[in-house]
């Protein structure tokens, strides 16, 4: 007998093109979808109760640095750059690879906890190789779906263990045989870039082209940091004909028109993050601006030092901050707006659909279709804040919150019923305080998140 699982009676959010929502059992059978419809038996199978919720597909993050759980909110009155020197310079130093473990584990159980089920991981703290495999075996343990972006950038230690940018690629062909050869698992990998900036172009030209070598996708930051004058990595990789459909561009705030066309036609994606984005001086988020072009919006938590993992506050500040851009320009002719630009569904398309296609995965996930892999969520219609669900759509990306999801499923793997994720509380505290107590035991004895005087910054 198949594994069989039976969401009953929801309503369902298939995400397929132009599909309405409407009340329908979902069926997975040996961790894919079997089918949708309604009044489909059980025949033994294990069966979730989702009356009164909305099924939908599990959300995907597309730019999270997911080692960062232990700092979380330590930035909320910072800019980047005291992100910067506290978190990238400071803290980065102090993780041991269990650190790693803890935070990638305990991270990932935070996103799946609210119904996002697969991340695109930004790894920018690998230290040594064995940082890479702590944070790799946490993502698995979790059972989330992840991208793991392997950080070819440099992190300030004093004594490093990668001293070239040779060894760190040496590192990478090693971890793509033995660890990630395939593209067709959980857990498969990518290459985040160092920044331009810290790193210059000649060095990450390089990394794109390993990167390519390697055949995974690339995710970079665009624009982080713009002292003393604008860097233009859109630009830079256009002339030297690295533009193309396996690039996941991040913070596209200060990118112009054309160059967003240029990404858009060449096939890449954006990530915004719009709370990061706004907080920390990086200019109105680009999602509004991509689509315009062509493009597809796709979201990001980006930082839990500064801000939840929960993506449901991103989509709604993203789709919001849209509005209010395209209705400010109206009210600067003094005409009142009659059209207040994206709909719902085109976030929330932005959080499912579009994500999956920027990790080169919706041939698998980001829909609820028949084959696919199962990941889905059921996100409860009947609480306080979701009670009546008039339009699902607006239930999802206007009023829903973490707390509201009530079954995540991972390629048909249960991973959070009834409310509750399904890890053991108990080590999820023991893991947090051992490395915890660690990583702010060394940041004191070293002057605290931001040394005192302050290390400047040259930008
Ligand atoms: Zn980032």
């Known amino acids: 007998m198949p594994d069989r699982i039976l969401i009953r009676g929801g309503t369902v959010l298939t995400m397929e093109p132009g599909a309405r929502p409407r009340l329908a059992d979902v069926l997975v059978e040996d961790g894919l979808i079997a089918a949708v419809a309604p009044g489909l038996p059980d025949d033994g199978a294990d069966v979730v109760d989702a009356s009164r919720c909305i099924v939908l597909p599990g959300m995907v993050d597309t730019h999270r640095h997911v080692w960062q759980t232990q700092l979380r909110g330590v930035t909320h009155d910072w800019s980047l750059k005291d992100y910067i020197r506290s978190v990238r310079f400071q803290a980065a130093v102090f993780y041991r690879p269990q650190d790693m473990y803890t935070g990638n584990y305990l991270g990932m159980l935070e996103a799946i906890d609210a119904g996002v089920t697969t ?18 075996a946490g993502t698995r343990d979790s059972g989330i779906r992840s991208m793991f972006a392997l950080g070819l950038n440099d992190v300030p230690v004093p004594h490093p263990h990668f001293a070239t940018l040779e060894q760190r690629i040496e590192h990478a062909r090693t971890l793509r045989t033995k660890e990630l050869p395939s593209d067709g698992g959980l857990v498969t990998m990518g290459i985040s870039l160092s920044d331009v900036l810290v790193a210059g172009i000649e060095r990450v030209t390089q990394e794109v082209a390993v990167s390519r070598e390697l055949g995974v996708r690339i995710t970079l930051h665009a624009n982080a940091v713009m002292f003393p004058q604008p860097v233009s990595e859109v630009a830079f990789l256009d002339e030297a004909g690295l533009l193309g459909p396996d690039l996941v561009w991040v913070h ?9 066309r240029r990404v858009a036609d060449t096939g890449g994606a954006v990530s915004t993050t719009p709370e990061t984005e706004m907080q920390m001086g990086m200019g109105h988020p680009a999602h509004g601006r991509f689509m315009a072009v062509g493009g597809r919006c796709t979201f990001g938590c980006d930082v839990i030092s500064n801000n939840s993992g929960d993506l449901f506050p991103q989509v709604r500040l993203a789709l919001q901050t849209e509005r209010m851009l395209r209705n400010d320009a109206e009210l600067a002719r003094r005409h009142g707006p009659d059209d207040i630009g994206p709909s719902t569904l085109s976030h929330l398309e932005g959080a499912t659909v579009n994500g999956a296609e920027a990790l080169g995965l919706s041939s698998r996930i980001g829909t609820l279709t028949p084959g696919k892999e199962a990941d889905l969520i059921v996100v409860r219609g009947d609480a306080p804040n979701t009670l009546p669900v008039n339009d699902p759509v607006a239930a999802i990306v206007l009023h829903a919150h973490a707390g509201n999801v009530d079954t995540v499923m991972v390629a048909g793997r249960i991973l959070k019923r009834d409310g509750r994720l399904l ?21 004191e004895a070293h002057g605290g998140l931001i040394p005192q005087p302050p290390a400047p910054l040259p930008w």
């Open 252 to 260: 596209m705030n200060q990118t112009t028109d054309e160059e967003l």
């Open 119 to 136: 991340v695109l991981d930004f790894s920018h703290c690998v230290n040594t190789p064995e940082h890479a495999e702590a944070a790799l």
């Open 423 to 443: 890890a053991d509380p108990a080590r999820r505290l023991a893991l947090m305080d051992e490395s915890h107590g660690h990583l702010f035991d060394a940041i």
